[in-house]
């Protein structure tokens, strides 16, 4: 399988990439423990020693992908992850190194079709992921398909000659135990902001230009898509119709989580209900104070027991605003990570 496929970033909810990856892939030393922590599994994996030598947009980092397993799963390999947390932290202090985060993934290869699916991700503004008291992500996947992928990003010339590792904690509970408990199990999928770059008018898009040429995409009628596009300076807004991406559920889901990828100077994110013209979740991110600095200070998330109503067969729309106050083009992504339970009658 070719590792740049393998390594996309931010596959759509069909499962295609969202943006390619140009960055090396890299072998780096690894740690790992698996222990019992106050009642709970608690998985720990460390990617050693990536060297930050120079600048490395989005997706041009080195990265590394490796096979992960559960120890304490049950026979079927069933792991229900209660809590991601996957960060860099500086080589030598261990403290946390937001600035050089493009993103980590739990992600699962699909080698019949080329493909890769993430299930958790992590990005600059958000490094761990907990959900609400009562769900769980359930993984019943195995290595060497199940991996874990942590990825360095760069966007500041100044901070280079550093060395970071990935440091990867997952809080799960075994099979027996959950349903103990009575957790209910989460399924995962996004939504990604699509635009399109000519050839045709596509009403579910946007124009735009794209970022890199090896994740742009044709559609069903070969005209060329990217979800990794640039923004001119000034503040944009960019609608996209996301229902054609949506996963085809049985019934009316409720929505547990939602966590964002965006870019440096991303302003918000939206979720809207379009066939109810309502807003279903909005969250914003923080950016540094300083033009200059193209760094991500927090990007908000959703995370409740209650839930948002996530109905079938209505019309989905996905809203990114970016304010680009440089005075040149700057990248851009905009996906909702998007965690859901059957309703509860
Ligand atoms: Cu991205």
Request: with cysteine; proline share 11%; charged share 20%.
């Given at each position: 399988m070719d590792p740049a496929a393998a390594a996309s970033c931010h596959p759509g909810a069909k499962g295609e990439a969202t943006h390619s990856v140009r960055g090396p892939l890299v072998q780096t030393e690894v740690t790992e423990d698996d222990k019992i922590i106050n009642g709970e599994h608690v998985k720990t994996v460390v990617y050693k020693n990536?060297?930050?030598?120079?600048?490395?947009?989005?997706?041009?980092?080195?990265?590394?992908?490796?096979?992960?397993?559960?120890?304490?799963?049950?026979?079927?390999?069933?792991?229900?992850?209660?809590?991601?947390?996957?960060?860099?932290?500086?080589?030598?202090?261990?403290?946390?190194?937001?600035?050089?985060?493009?993103?980590?993934?739990?992600?699962?290869?699909?080698?019949?079709?080329?493909?890769?699916?993430?299930?958790?991700?992590?990005?600059?503004?958000?490094?761990?992921?907990?959900f609400p008291p009562g769900f769980a992500f359930r993984t019943n996947d195995k290595p060497p398909n199940l991996q874990l992928v942590g990825m360095v990003l760069n966007n500041n010339a100044s901070r280079i000659g550093r060395t970071v590792d990935f440091r990867f904690t997952i809080h799960y509970l075994e099979q027996a135990a959950a349903e103990a408990k009575g957790v209910q199990p989460l399924e995962a999928f996004n939504v990604a902001a699509n635009c399109v770059l000519g050839g045709g008018v596509d009403p579910n898009a946007f124009a735009c230009e794209p970022a890199m040429a090896q994740s742009i995409k044709p559609?069903?009628?070969?005209?060329?898509?990217?979800?990794?596009?640039?923004?001119?300076?000034?503040?944009?807004?960019?609608?996209?119709?996301?229902?054609?991406?949506?996963?085809?559920?049985?019934?009316?889901?409720?929505?547990?989580?939602?966590?964002?990828?965006?870019?440096?100077?991303?302003e918000s994110l939206e979720l809207r209900d379009k066939t109810l013209n309502r807003l279903v979740w909005k969250g914003k991110a923080q950016q540094a104070a300083d033009p200059n600095d193209a760094r991500i200070l927090t990007t908000e998330h959703y995370s409740n027991s209650a839930g948002l109503p996530f109905v079938k067969g209505h019309r989905y729309q996905l809203i990114a605003v970016y304010n680009n106050r440089t005075d040149h083009k700057i990248d851009a992504m905009a996906v909702l990570w998007m965690f859901v339970a059957d309703k509860k009658s």
């Open positions: 990536y060297k930050i030598d120079r600048v490395y947009h989005s997706m041009e980092g080195p990265f590394s992908m490796r096979p992960v397993s559960f120890k304490h799963g049950s026979n079927d390999g069933a792991a229900w992850i209660t809590s991601y947390h996957g960060e860099p932290v500086d080589h030598v202090t261990g403290q946390p190194a937001p600035e050089f985060m493009c993103h980590t993934l739990l992600s699962i290869n699909v080698p019949e079709r080329n493909d890769v699916k993430p299930y958790i991700a992590t990005s600059q503004g958000q490094s761990k992921i907990e559609d069903g009628n070969q005209v060329p898509h990217t979800r990794h596009w640039l923004v001119p300076p000034g503040r944009h807004t960019y609608t996209t119709d996301v229902t054609p991406d949506l996963p085809n559920f049985p019934g009316d889901k409720m929505i547990h989580y939602i966590s964002m990828h965006v870019h440096p100077y991303a």
